[in-house]
């Protein structure tokens, strides 16, 4: 039945339908013959008969003394059986034939991408790397149609090995994508890819071997043991887990220091609801990523129903981490009483949660979670912050209409994150995009020191072991962290020689450091003598603690990082910061300020209410004279973005999806609720105005 097409399409139904009508036939016309010829009428027999119809054939009496002709019915069987199996037949030679077109297209390919494991991420992944008009061969449990009918040439192997790798051509390949659901199946199967592509022979262009490890302390692990993964000079090895990647994906987009300006806090807070793997994970990126100032570490909340036991693991497991944040353990059942007392112990302090994180055990628990938070935020009227919720599944994600329908005015309020298909559908982990300024970086690093054999730190970036390859990607992760919080950001190579001043060179470089200690802290490195091996370094020690020299390296890794855009064609510019008020700012005033400051970009906070508002900063975005930070504007959990309908609503989603990035502010108790109205818009976005100016680090009204 294989031959005849998988269970459940349309060839199966008929194969299956085929015998089915046989046997009827077949048992009916017995039936009938045994009456024809006067034989004793045996159901099973018949039965049994009709199944070994075909070898019935010269056994058979075709008529009987009064001229009687074998039943039509079994005419209709023999004749049925005889078609099926010509049917098996052909397809068995389609089969065959299809097998050998398929290695020979395999045979055929160069600079194509070879994939293992599709999880539905993955096979959206391939789907565009098809529509692209790259070439795929798919190692799978099963056929998908789907992706072959796509032009992918598709094996079916669910373990593959070294043969199976062969077969697909690794040698040849540009791309080795291993992604299984099963973390010792992708380590098996790297090492296979590993040998299949050393046996080719191949010695030209460089095959990337990605393999996805998703338990994130083993991911830790081997990014720590396995200084240079790959095998041989014509091999880079790239472990990728999911929970990383979703996680540079957040943190990499949201500007937390500013969200808690918004509200009124000096620095980030985060709520962190459920502290399994992906709670630990994401505590330790706050901890690496999330560093602002050096002398005010962040705060972390965390709510969990096993938090005293998982905080003091965590605490034993990082003990330098109470050095860099501020992190409260919270035990309380995730549903019900409990909850509500944890969500009111957290939002009772000072500041409250800036930024709330909800990763449980399954998404329907943290679904539940995020309706509960938001609820009691509006029903106790406090500030809302954003809420980041963890969505795995692939079936059935939340889309627009979905949240909206759960949501309904607070959807702008939560953004959802770590669906596997957000993390490999859009293709980056091939294109190398997120790992370019991490190379720029390394690249620099190599041209000042050069590159050394006996240093695992001083290799070039294929042989370059992961761990320092993700060392590399937190320093590039935290550039525009650095440049906001010196007012600039990332624009054109048209940037002024020396983008910093002293003072702002000299607070940068003590962040730089900070950041520095956090992240080899938590890769396991501890204060001694320089010894990489044993990951030890010296200058795991405050920044004010250390000698000139030291200091001087920081300062140099500021300064170089004009040099490190510029390797990508970008540069460093100066950012104007404005808070549009209602009926005083229009198209005119922005020009008149993009004029009188040429060296600088204009940066516009505002929540584009209003129709002149959304024109001006169209304009201003057209001729690339400004970047947008959109602010959806709520006021006691209700967002005042519904107060725009039709054409308005399709305005503003328009430019907010052009914005630089997007941050909640909530108008506070003292602001009455708006009706639908010009009046209240007007108010809402002067009450706007005035906020931004007076908590954002050098906006101003215009």
Aim: aromatic share 6%.
């Amino acid at each position: 039945m294989k031959l005849l097409g998988k269970p459940g399409t349309a060839a199966w139904y008929v194969s299956l339908a085929a015998l089915v009508a046989i046997v009827v036939l077949g048992t009916w016309g017995f039936q009938r013959y045994d009456v024809a010829f006067g034989a004793p009428q045996d159901l099973s027999q018949n039965f049994f008969d009709a199944l070994i119809l075909f070898s019935l054939e010269t056994e058979l009496r075709h008529e009987d003394a009064d001229g009687h002709f074998l039943p039509w019915q079994i005419h209709m069987a023999r004749i049925s059986v005889v078609l099926l199996y010509l049917l098996v037949a052909a397809a068995a030679i389609g089969a065959t034939v299809r097998a050998d077109f398929r290695r020979w297209r395999a045979g055929s390919l160069s600079g194509h991408v070879v994939i293992t494991g599709l999880n539905p991420g993955v096979r959206a992944l391939a789907a565009n790397l098809l529509k692209s008009g790259r070439s795929v061969v798919l190692l799978a449990p099963e056929t998908d149609e789907d992706l072959s009918a796509a032009g992918a040439v598709v094996f079916d192997r669910a373990a593959p090995d070294e043969a199976a790798f062969s077969l697909a051509g690794a040698g040849r390949a540009a791309q080795i994508v291993i992604a299984s659901e099963n973390d010792a199946a992708n380590l098996d199967a790297m090492a296979a890819a590993e040998a299949a592509v050393i046996k080719s022979g191949q010695s030209g262009s460089v095959v990337e071997v990605l393999a996805r490890i998703s338990d994130p302390p083993l991911y830790r692990r081997m990014a720590a043991e396995r200084r240079n993964l790959a095998a041989a000079p014509n091999l880079r090895v790239t472990l990728l887990n999911e929970k990383y990647l979703a996680l540079r994906k957040v943190f990499n987009t949201n500007p937390f220091e500013l969200a808690a300006a918004l509200h009124g806090a000096e620095q980030p807070h985060f709520l962190c609801i459920g502290f399994g793997r992906m709670g630990a994970s994401i505590v330790l990126h706050i901890l690496k990523s999330c560093v602002y100032d050096p002398a005010k570490p962040v705060m972390i909340t965390i709510i969990d129903q096993d938090a005293d036991a998982a905080g003091a693991a965590f605490r034993d497991a990082n003990p330098w981490a109470n050095d860099f944040a501020d992190i409260t353990f919270i035990e309380a059942a995730l549903a019900g009483k409990g909850q509500e007392t944890a969500f009111n112990t957290a939002f009772a302090q000072a500041p409250p949660p800036t930024a709330a994180f909800i990763a449980l055990g399954d998404d329907e628990a943290s679904l539940a979670a995020c309706m509960a938070l938001t609820d009691f935020l509006k029903r106790s009227k406090r500030a809302i912050p954003h809420v980041f919720l963890r969505q795995r599944a692939a079936a059935n994600p939340l889309g627009e209409q979905r949240m909206t329908e759960l949501f309904g005015a607070d959807v702008a309020v939560v953004r959802t994150f770590g669906a596997v298909q957000d993390v490999w559908a859009d293709g980056d982990v091939l294109r190398d995009a997120g790992d370019r300024l991490a190379r720029a970086i390394h690249e620099r690093y190599l041209a000042e020191y050069g590159a050394n054999a006996n240093s695992a730190a001083a290799k070039p970036w294929t042989s370059l072991g992961e761990q320092y390859r993700n060392a590399n990607r937190a320093q590039a992760d935290h550039i525009a962290a650095k440049l906001r919080l010196a007012e600039c950001s990332i624009g054109p190579d048209a940037a002024a020689a020396e983008p910093f001043t002293s003072h702002e060179t000299e607070h940068l470089a003590a962040i730089e450091h900070r950041r520095w200690m956090a992240e080899r802290l938590a890769a396991g490195w501890r204060l001694g003598p320089r010894v990489d091996r044993h990951r030890t370094h010296p200058d795991l020690i405050p920044y004010e603690a250390l000698d000139e020299s030291a200091k001087a390296k920081d300062r140099s890794t500021v300064l170089e990082i004009a040099g490190h855009l510029s390797a990508l064609g970008q540069g460093i510019r100066r950012d104007r910061r404005v808070a549009l008020r209602a009926r005083r700012t229009g198209l005119a005033e922005l020009e008149a300020l993009a004029a009188t400051h040429p060296g600088e970009r204009i940066v516009i906070f505002g929540a584009g209410l209003l129709a002149e508002h959304r024109k001006a900063v169209r304009h201003m975005l057209d001729q690339d004279l400004a970047d947008f930070i959109t602010i959806p504007l709520c006021h006691d959990g209700l967002s005042l973005t519904d107060a725009l309908t039709g054409e308005a609503e399709r305005d503003l989603k328009d430019i907010n999806a052009r914005a630089r990035c997007s941050l909640l502010l909530d108008l506070g108790p003292n602001f009455d609720a708006p009706a639908d109205d010009a009046a209240a818009i007007i108010a809402a976005t002067d009450a706007a105005a005035t906020l931004l100016a007076a908590r954002v680090p050098g906006a101003e009204l215009l």
